[in-house]
C-alpha cells in the first residue's frame, strides 16, 4: 500500500476564492534530490517512454486533467498555446528530440511525477519559504504564489530564481494546484511519486 506523504494545506486569499472556487493549494515537505537515485528516475524515464510512443504525445495534452490546467489557464488570462505549462512544455520536447530526455536529479522527480498523473509540479527551497504558501493577487493585480512575505512565483509559472529549488537544496516544498475537477487524490499521487524518487525525512 502506499504511503501517502503529509500534505499540507495552503490558503486561497478569499477574493481569489470567490473567483475560482474549486481553486485549492496543496504542498510537501520533503528531503533533496540524490544523484544515488539517478538510476532509478532514469529507468522510470525510459518506461514513460516506451508508454508513450511518438503517435501518442498528443494524448499527455488531451486527458481530463491536463485539460483542466490548460481551461484554468484560459481563465487567469494566459494563452496555454504560448505560456506552456509544464506538461504541455514535456509533450514539445518529447516530439522534438523523440524521447523524454533526462535533466537535473529534481527535474526528473518532477518530470516521472507529472508524466504519471498529468498534474504539474514545482518546487521551492524550503529555507527560503516563510510561513505557509498561499495564492492570492499581488500588487499589479497578478495571481501568485506567495508566503509571509512576498511572492515566489506567478501562478502556473517556475518559482523566482532566487527561491527555486535546485539540486543542491537540502530541504524542498513541492506544491501543485488543484483546478477544476481534478481529483485531490490525483494530487497526492503526484506527491507520492516525487516522494519515491527524493528523500522522505526534510527534518
Known amino acids: 500500500m502506499r504511503e501517502v506523504p503529509e500534505v499540507r494545506a495552503g490558503v486561497v486569499d478569499v477574493a481569489v476564492k470567490r473567483d ?6 496543496r504542498a510537501i515537505l520533503c528531503g533533496g534530490a540524490d544523484p544515488r537515485g539517478s538510476r532509478h528516475r532514469h529507468a522510470r524515464l525510459d518506461e514513460l517512454d516506451d508508454r ?5 504525445v498528443g494524448g499527455l495534452r488531451t486527458d481530463s486533467v491536463a485539460g483542466a490546467y490548460r481551461a484554468f489557464a484560459r481563465q487567469i488570462g494566459l494563452d496555454p498555446d504560448v505560456d506552456l505549462n509544464p ?3 514535456a509533450a514539445l520536447d518529447r516530439l522534438r528530440s523523440g524521447r523524454f530526455r533526462s535533466g537535473s536529479h529534481l527535474g526528473d522527480a518532477l518530470l516521472v511525477a507529472m508524466l504519471e498523473t498529468s ?3 514545482w ?5 527560503a519559504v516563510r510561513g505557509d504558501l498561499r495564492v492570492l493577487a499581488d500588487a499589479d493585480g497578478r495571481l501568485a504564489i506567495a508566503d509571509d512575505r512576498w511572492p515566489l512565483a506567478a501562478l502556473l509559472a517556475p518559482p523566482r530564481s532566487d527561491v527555486a529549488a535546485t539540486d543542491g537544496s537540502d530541504r524542498l516544498v513541492v506544491y501543485a494546484l488543484r483546478v477544476g475537477s481534478v481529483p485531490l487524490t ?3 499521487e503526484a506527491f507520492w511519486h516525487v516522494r519515491a524518487s527524493l528523500p522522505g525525512d526534510a527534518r
Do not use: G, K, Q
Open 20 to 25: 475560482f472556487p474549486a481553486l485549492a493549494l
Open 123 to 127: 518546487a521551492l527551497n524550503a529555507p
Open 87 to 89: 506538461l504541455d512544455r
Open 52 to 56: 508513450v510512443r511518438l503517435a501518442a
Open 186 to 188: 490525483t494530487i497526492e
Open 119 to 121: 498534474v504539474p509540479l
